[in-house]
């Protein structure tokens, strides 16, 4: 572990650490941003629990006081959700103003890979990442997610992306930069509420202990360099394809026409799709995110 004095473990996820045991980094916006009060306290802390049973420790990720922690109380966690849209979404770019004022902050998938890094955790579950925007010709929109993944040691697990991005210009984003892209069981890159996207993957894992074999050899390779795992919502909780790319559709017609830009695109979008689906959607992302929490409590026991 590189120790930095703006770092700060949680009691059990620095004891896990130094005995080795398997631990799963968590992120925060999903929290704050990604889904509304209750159900984002509810399924934080489920993912918790569903790690453990799992056998490994959950660290999940924010900025509290100006610290980069790793492992919240649950204090901690109800607070991010309570507040949700007033907390900061902080990604890389916003940690140094966040540290240096003692700020909170909920954390990206970037910012969640920053701090897994630096506390030596390899695996991290997520819902979905951040990518290229549609649009992303004109407006410049790409997720500092990206950038993320091509310097940071960590292996995400998410659902694919969800096409309110533009899923061609992200695999091909990822490839620029280096990033392996693993399907889980597919050879397809997963659109995150629903199973396909018509988009290959460029390789496939059907074992958790494959995928471990692959983070342990690209730690071999590579001092640098992350790798995203795109893990397929189970069959009987995925959309039909035309109700949620009709509501995504709509989304964005709407976030056009209010300029809504820049940071607030991504939670604009997922709360007006969650409105158009009658809720659908969000019991979607729940279930996902705890496939995904599964996946990678088994694939930080089996490095
Ligand atoms: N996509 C989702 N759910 C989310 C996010 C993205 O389906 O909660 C959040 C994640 O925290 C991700 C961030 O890292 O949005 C990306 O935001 P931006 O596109 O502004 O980088
Ligand atoms: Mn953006």
């Given at each position: 572990m590189k120790l930095n004095t703006y770092l700060q473990l949680s009691p059990e996820v620095e004891a896990a650490l130094a005995q080795g045991k398997p631990i799963v980094a968590l992120e925060s916006t999903i929290i704050s941003h990604g889904m509304p009060y209750p159900q984002n306290v509810e399924t934080a802390l489920n993912c918790q629990r569903i790690c453990r049973e799992n056998g490994a420790v959950p660290a999940t990720c924010a900025i509290i006081g100006g610290k980069l922690c790793a492992g919240l109380t649950d204090e901690q966690i109800d607070y991010l959700g309570r507040e949700g849209r007033n907390v900061t979404k902080a990604s890389r770019r916003d940690l140094p103003m966040l540290c240096a004022k003692g700020m909170n902050g909920a954390t990206t998938v970037a910012a969640t890979m920053i701090i897994a890094a630096m506390a030596g955790i390899k695996v991290f579950a997520t819902g979905g990442i951040g990518g290229v925007h549609r649009g992303a010709e004109t407006t410049?929109?790409?997720?500092a997610d990206l950038e993320e993944l091509a310097q940071t040691p960590v292996c995400v697990v998410c659902a694919g992306a969800k096409s309110i991005l533009d899923l061609g210009l992200t695999m091909e984003y990822l490839e620029t930069k280096g990033v392996p892209v693993i399907g889980f069981g597919t050879d397809e890159l997963p659109a995150f509420y629903t199973r396909k996207s018509g988009f290959s993957v460029p390789w496939r894992c059907d074992t958790p202990e494959e995928l471990a074999a692959a983070v342990n050899a690209q730690r071999a390779l590579d001092e640098k360099g992350g790798m995203l795992v795109v893990n397929p919502i189970p069959e009987q909780y995925s959309m039909d394809a035309d109700v949620i790319n009709k509501a995504i559709d709509d989304a964005i017609e709407e976030a056009n026409r209010l300029g809504i830009k820049g940071k607030d695109t991504t939670p604009f979008l997922l709360a007006k799709i969650k409105d158009l689906t009658g809720g659908e959607s969000l019991a979607s992302n729940i279930q996902l995110v705890y496939n995904n929490v599964r996946l990678a409590s088994k694939v930080a026991a089996a490095l």
């Amino acid at each position: 572990m590189k120790l930095n004095t703006y770092l700060q473990l949680s009691p059990e996820v620095e004891a896990a650490l130094a005995q080795g045991k398997p631990i799963v980094a968590l992120e925060s916006t999903i929290i704050s941003h990604g889904m509304p009060y209750p159900q984002n306290v509810e399924t934080a802390l489920n993912c918790q629990r569903i790690c453990r049973e799992n056998g490994a420790v959950p660290a999940t990720c924010a900025i509290i006081g100006g610290k980069l922690c790793a492992g919240l109380t649950d204090e901690q966690i109800d607070y991010l959700g309570r507040e949700g849209r007033n907390v900061t979404k902080a990604s890389r770019r916003d940690l140094p103003m966040l540290c240096a004022k003692g700020m909170n902050g909920a954390t990206t998938v970037a910012a969640t890979m920053i701090i897994a890094a630096m506390a030596g955790i390899k695996v991290f579950a997520t819902g979905g990442i951040g990518g290229v925007h549609r649009g992303a010709e004109t407006t410049m929109d790409i997720s500092a997610d990206l950038e993320e993944l091509a310097q940071t040691p960590v292996c995400v697990v998410c659902a694919g992306a969800k096409s309110i991005l533009d899923l061609g210009l992200t695999m091909e984003y990822l490839e620029t930069k280096g990033v392996p892209v693993i399907g889980f069981g597919t050879d397809e890159l997963p659109a995150f509420y629903t199973r396909k996207s018509g988009f290959s993957v460029p390789w496939r894992c059907d074992t958790p202990e494959e995928l471990a074999a692959a983070v342990n050899a690209q730690r071999a390779l590579d001092e640098k360099g992350g790798m995203l795992v795109v893990n397929p919502i189970p069959e009987q909780y995925s959309m039909d394809a035309d109700v949620i790319n009709k509501a995504i559709d709509d989304a964005i017609e709407e976030a056009n026409r209010l300029g809504i830009k820049g940071k607030d695109t991504t939670p604009f979008l997922l709360a007006k799709i969650k409105d158009l689906t009658g809720g659908e959607s969000l019991a979607s992302n729940i279930q996902l995110v705890y496939n995904n929490v599964r996946l990678a409590s088994k694939v930080a026991a089996a490095l």
